[in-house]
Nanobody, 122 residues
């Protein structure tokens, strides 16, 4: 079992930046595919970014170059850097992991965190 705990969310003004963290416990995640998804109010959850065990990154179709996913296997942590935040980025951001499946928009992993709220508002 993998436990995922997200942090780093909060209330941010438009144009600001955030770095979300997802700390994994229970397993060493260097062989896991990891991802961030978000769910905006009234919308379905969508993939934001994913990173394979080898470090290959991919981003959701609705996500711009303002998002960067990275991982630190030594710290068992995955990060999501979001720059130039927009009100449309508001939502709950979830960390997702899987040992055997490459996470994509249509193929989510088995393990989920509880989410961290990001609110972009002036």
């Amino acid at each position: 079992q993998v436990q995922l705990v997200e942090s780093g969310g909060g209330l941010v003004q438009p144009g600001g930046s955030l770095r979300l963290s997802c700390v994994a416990s229970g397993r060493v995640i260097h062989l896991y595919s990891m991802a961030w998804h978000r769910q905006a109010p009234g919308k379905q959850r969508e993939l934001v970014a994913a990173i394979t065990s080898g470090g290959t990154t991919s981003y959701g179709s609705s996500v711009s170059g303002r998002f960067t996913i990275s991982r630190d296997n030594g710290e068992n942590t995955v990060y999501l850097q979001i720059n130039s935040l927009e009100p449309e980025d508001t939502g709950v951001y979830y960390c997702n992991a899987d040992r055997y499946v490459r996470i994509t928009a249509s193929n989510t992993g088995d393990y989920w965190g509880q989410g961290t709220q990001v609110t972009v508002s002036s």
